[in-house]
Nanobody, 123 residues
Framework: QVQPVESGGGLVQAGGSLRLSCVAP????????MGWFRQAPGKEREFVSA???????TYADSVKGRFTISRDKAKITVFLQMNGLKPEDTATYYC?????????????????WGQGTAVTVSS
């Protein structure tokens, strides 16, 4: 099974920025949506953002105006630009491939997951 590969996590101070990347093998996930989720220690996995193949995006209310999902022209890499980071954004961030063409927030719509990249925001 082909999996996406995340990178870009790290330690940052509150108010800082990070850009996460998710690399998908060329064409492997066409024409499905891709999403970002996160899971903090002791908490359930939660939706962050998603983008469908046409470029339509959706965001969790907690990250609207701070995070931006995008992708490169080759549609191989999906990015999550995270600005104005807060300590509550600390989590492992996962890239996932949907089984649907539309971008949804339900993790059960995403059958393929990466291994995750850790983000820590210090206060």
């Amino acid at each position: 099974q082909v999996q996406p590969v995340e990178s870009g996590g790290g330690l940052v101070q509150a108010g800082g920025s990070l850009r996460l990347s998710c690399v998908a093998p060329r064409g492997a996930f066409n024409p499905f949506a891709m999403g970002w989720f996160r899971q903090a220690p002791g908490k359930e996995r939660e939706f962050v953002s998603a983008m469908d193949w046409s470029g339509t995006t959706t965001y969790a209310d907690s990250v609207k105006g701070r995070f931006t999902i995008s992708r490169d022209k080759a549609k191989i890499t999906v990015f999550l630009q995270m600005n104005g980071l807060k300590p509550e954004d600390t989590a492992t961030y996962y890239c996932a491939v949907s089984g649907l063409r539309i971008a949804t927030s339900n993790p059960y719509d995403y059958p393929i997951w990466g291994q995750g990249t850790a983000v820590t925001v210090s206060s």
